[in-house]
């Protein structure tokens, strides 16, 4: 899917640098996820810092980066802006709790029925979505608070910084790849615009400018340990406790896929059900260390494996060097020209977007197609994990409909003279309409065999079809024989006998032989 890779192996020293690449990259998305949720800048801060510090350790793919996110701040705005910070500290340990709860009992395995169209989909969505968030950086506060793009001069000079960023970013590993390509652009568009003294905006503009506090800075402490400040009731649970499954499913959700594409890149498998339980333990000391928690970022994530960061190493530096950002390196961040890191995620966007899927929608089956767009317009216009959801249900209503088209029968004669009816296809909520129709009650034998070694009996929509069959040859006099039913078929068919009534030992009356067969 993916071929931007610029290293193939692991080290300590790619770690380390891809690290710091990642770290200088994190600071404005921190902050600006941070507004988005409506906290102060060092919640979100915070949360990068934790997040990918604790997933690096303990969670279950190495080389991928944690951090605060938009698609979890989205969720977090009405309860912060209703219920006050500590609310949102509260519902954050909660939603870790459901995400450790997630991979004690193994849920992360069901990431894998995400269907390929619905990946490529969430793949593109993602993509565009970090290039339009980039586009807010070309726009500045006017005297009425209202955002609007730079002046020209400002613009174009932007837009030249960019593409050198970008430049720089792919033509350096034709050269050498002792070095991230990434960090040597940040570096060297920076020393650019300081020696030249060039009037573009830089992190410490765009803090000033999302906060409209002049003296605003990315300066800070430690984190401190704080239980939140919420009442302990069942008040308080009902109130978190919505936004908390909310949480725990998007950050889930965003993680798990993260996973599974980073694992494509890289060849390799992550380990969900760990990932789950690192996520979760993440959130948990984000809520009682005052962050607004997060998940598995892809942008990040990308530039990490794109720059050689292959190991837990490069999380740890990554959060390491955020953390050292804030208490120490805050006035060199600040001076790093926004149009260094918009050209990395713009080099991001670039290597994330399935372009193959332009050729391959014209090979796949329309539905599959269909799929792939309507999982990146939902991710564009609303969120990822609804995005996924609408993806999985879609696929799965078309594979439903399509099976549900593939049941027969062939009809024959046993030795005794009695019909047989060998049924092929899988009988479930589908297929039961077609199942009813390939039977002639009235104009059959007295005794009727229904043959399922090519078939198997799926769900209770089945065991209701074949009860609906039963009443109507019993109605007609006549005798149903169920064949080659496989060992769970019987064990749902008589464990819902009362239910549907179509059990020949206790239901006599209904004259339904159930052939104990191999």
Known sequence: ????????????????????????????????????????????????????????????????????????????????????????FAAVVLAGLIQVACGVFKLGKFIRIVPYPVMIGFVNGLAIVIFLAQLGQFKAPDASGVLTWLPQEQLILMLVLVAVTMAIIHFLPKLTTAFPSSLAAILSVTAIVVFFELDTRNVLDFLKSMSGDDSATIAGSLPTFAIPSVPFNLETLYIILPYSFILAAVGLIESLLTLTVIDEMTNSRGKGNKECVGQGVGNITSGFFGAMGGCAMI???????????????????????????????????????????????????????????????????????????????????????????????????????????????????????????????????????????????????????????????????????????AERYVSAGKRLHLRHLSNDCKQLLHKAGDLVEVNLIEDPHYKVADDKLD
């Open 299 to 469: 942008g990040q994530s990308m530039i990490n494996i794109n720059s050689g960061g292959r190991g837990r190493l490069s999380g740890i530096t990554a959060a390491v060097a955020l953390l050292a950002f804030i208490l120490f390196g805050s006035s060199l961040i600040e001076m790093i020209p926004l149009a260094a890191l918009v050209g990395v995620m713009f080099m991001v966007v670039l290597g994330t977007f399935e372009w193959a899927s332009f050729k391959v929608m014209r090979k796949v089956p329309k539905h599959d197609a269909f799929v792939i767009v309507l999982v990146t317009v939902v991710t564009v216009f609303t969120d990822l994990a609804f995005a996924v959801f609408v993806g999985v249900i879609v696929s799965a209503l078309v594979f439903a409909w399509e099976h549900a088209k593939h049941i027969n029968v062939n009809i024959s004669k046993d030795a005794n003279g009695w019909k047989v009816y060998k049924l092929n296809g899988p009988l479930f909520f589908g297929s039961v309409a077609e199942f009813l129709e390939l039977f002639h009650s009235q104009t059959d034998p007295e005794d009727v065999i229904v043959d399922f070694e090519n078939s198997r009996v799926c769900d209770h929509s089945a065991l209701e079809a074949i009860d609906t069959l």
């Open 1 to 88: 899917m993916f071929d931007l890779i610029r290293h193939k192996t692991s080290s300590h020293k790619a770690d380390i640098l891809s690290g710091l690449t990642v770290a200088l990259a994190l600071v404005p998305e921190a902050v600006a996820f941070a507004f988005v949720a409506g906290v102060e800048p060092m919640v979100g801060l915070y949360a990068a810092f934790i997040m990918g510090l604790v997933t690096a350790l303990i969670g279950g793919r190495p080389g991928m980066i944690s951090g605060a996110t938009g698609a979890m701040a989205v969720v977090m705005v009405a309860l912060v802006a209703q219920h006050g910070v500590q609310y949102l």
